[in-house]
Nanobody
Framework: QVQLVESGGGLVQAGGSLRLSCAASGFRFSLRTMEWYRQAPGKQRELVARITVVGYANYADSVKGRFTISRDNIRSTMYLQMNTLKPGDTDVYYC?????????WGQGTQVTVSS
């Protein structure tokens, strides 16, 4: 079955960096567009970044120039390098894939940025 496992979240001071990972299994990772989302309590989940099978990336305006999405098709793992973090980036971050007519989500990893 499809499984997505995020890791790498934590507490960091404003201006710091974190690198999130999403380990995928249960589908042909190299053939799927992958996405990172984030969600704060009481708010809608928002798309942070997307990477296509050929590595084309796009980003939410709020993270452009600070976040970089990448993928390793050999390891079936997606990454999100987050630099110059701001308190407004505090959220639970989820990876996601659309496969077989359904959207799958990981369990999420908490990112907290202190001012």
């Amino acid at each position: 079955q499809v499984q997505l496992v995020e890791s790498g979240g934590g507490l960091v001071q404003a201006g710091g960096s974190l690198r999130l990972s999403c380990a995928a299994s249960g589908f042909r990772f190299s053939l799927r567009t992958m996405e990172w989302y984030r969600q704060a309590p009481g708010k809608q989940r928002e798309l942070v970044a997307r990477i296509t099978v050929v590595g084309y990336a796009n980003y939410a305006d709020s993270v452009k120039g600070r976040f970089t999405i990448s993928r390793d098709n050999i390891r079936s793992t997606m990454y999100l390098q987050m630099n110059t973090l701001k308190p407004g980036d505090t959220d639970v971050y989820y990876c996601s894939v659309f496969f077989g007519g359904s959207t799958y989500w990981g369990q999420g990893t908490q990112v907290t940025v202190s001012s």
